[in-house]
């Protein structure tokens, strides 16, 4: 069935008991509703004036879209089910003011005002360009005012109170609004990708609405026969369920997961597919009947990545590696161990250091997936990109910023050493709120930036702000102790407070006997960091043909913390 557009006319009457009866809606993805007091006497003066207020445009369709049910605050019924309803895409604002102004309801604001829409007043006496609808009447006499409310009403018991000069003037303005015609464009039998991008284009000045913003809309749901959900619930709300999910998520430090990703899951889940069309073509109620599933093997996957020492979502190298490792905890509901996990393992670093999905994600997830099957297969996957694992090819990548998959895999690696605290030997305590941004103090330039920029002046500053001189530490240190101290000057005073300092800095991959520390040498602590960091990474991949990965191969019997 193709989607059409029907031009109609509706009259104040008919458009009020459409309203009235639920049959029109306002979707979840538009805004609140913004207008005040005034806006909606103009509305009404524009109406009396006899100038056009623009057309209604509905989405008109027996969907059940998670719905602002009420137009402003106002409490409303909920259509039958099975009914059709009218979404209203444009026109909210004009709308709401409408049916307030001419029911004179009132309407809490979010500041904790009310709003009285029954104190919108007609001057009697109004003249020229004075406007006819106000709700300035300080100056009016009441036998010159009558409330809009009243005016509807109308009739004999309320004109005689007013002079008989009036009457013929407040008839006139009764029938001009009881029949005004107001002009209503349905889209009907359209798709909510349509209906939503009309929405788009109408309100948003082009914005597109987020996948997510749809999908709530969409996936909305009131159980009308309970044989349709396999849990004990009335209502799915996505929106709700993402948040209640994001809190969980908090508990783990893993809150920073976006929304789309969590699309991206169960869209795998259902259709081996996540493309933006797949999503929005999902059947509701399927959705809604793995939603529980697919958040147990969101959180599996998220203690496999605390587990192997990964404690936060903020430096995980990209989210959609959420996607794929859900993907094999749905398929197979044991933790990985042996091969299956060095496999699983060899993936997530071969993806990290890969820049597997900076482009065409959707895509390589849907071709991944084909790979985390042959993992649960216990088979090797073959891989078609090229992972270059040596010192010019972190050197090269190395600049510090926290937003570049690179830098966050080499901040997994770190993490995953349990880095111990300078000063006794415990362990950092990493957290998101710590690691938002890279002038955390919790992200410490070993070499200090200030101190290599009076002493080494020779130093390109791409070397100084390399992912190879940051350490994570606590960011009581950074601040109070270290500052701009030479490595020297502040390792010194750890010295004499950490009794294991040695051991402590090899969780930073650091050896202070051997890496030019008590000289203040930048470039040895450089070379032999770089190498051992580069060896780590090596570690952690599965060796393959030279012709799909190239590798600086190290023994298994090789020290990290062997001479460089």
Known sequence: MST???????????????????????????????????????????IIEGYPIGTFIYWRTNERLRSVRNLGNIVLPEPKFGEFVNYVLDGQQRLTSLYAAL?????????????????????????????????????????????????MKGGFSIFKNYPEEFHEKLDHYKNVLSNYTFSVINLKNAQIDVATEVFTRLNVGGKSLSLFEIMVAKTYH??????????????????????????????SHYDTIPSATILQVISILLEKDCTR??????????????????????????????????????????????????YFYYKNKHNPTGDMKKRLEDFFWRVSLGFRYSSGVEGKLVQDISKIDKIIANELPRYEWKVLVNKEFVEANGWFS????????????????????????????????????????????????SWLSKNRKDLDYYYVNHIVNITIVDGFLNKNIIKAKSPANYMKSFNSTNDELEETMKTHFIDINKDGIWDNDYDTFYKNRLSRITKALNKLIIPQEISTVELEVYEDTEELFDEA
Do not use: M
């Open 222 to 251: 009131i159980f009308e026969n309970k044989s349709e959900l396999e849990s004990p619930e009335k209502i799915f709300d996505l929106s709700v369920k993402y948040e209640e999910l994001s809190t969980e998520l908090s508990a």
């Open 402 to 449: 926290t937003g570049k998959s690179f830098n966050k895999a080499i901040l997994c690696l770190y993490a995953k050493q349990k880095p111990k605290s300078f000063d006794n030997n415990l362990d950092v305590i990493i957290d998101n709120s710590w690691l938002k941004i890279a002038t955390s103090k919790n992200y410490h330039h070993f070499f200090p930036k």
């Open 103 to 151: 029911k004179g309801v009132k309407i809490g604001e979010e500041d904790g005002k009310t709003s009285d829409y029954s104190e919108i007043y007609v001057n009697l006496l109004a003249i020229d360009e004075q406007d006819i609808v106000t709700t300035e009447i300080d100056s009016l006499q009441p036998e010159h005012l009558i409330k809009i409310t009243d005016l």
């Open 277 to 326: 069309k797949t999503i929005l073509k999902l059947d509701k109620i399927a959705f809604i009947n793995i939603w529980d599933e697919a958040v147990s093997c969101i959180k599996s996957s998220i203690d496999f990545f605390r587990s192997y020492g990964i404690v936060v979502g903020r430096i995980l190298p990209y989210n959609a590696l959420l996607v794929p490792f859900s």
């Open 4 to 46: 059409s557009l029907q031009n109609i006319s509706v009259k104040y009457t008919d458009l009020l008991s459409e309203i009235e009866t639920g049959q029109v809606k306002i979707p979840q993805f538009q805004r609140k509703f913004v207008w005040n007091i005034k806006d909606s006497a103009k509305l009404l003066d524009s």
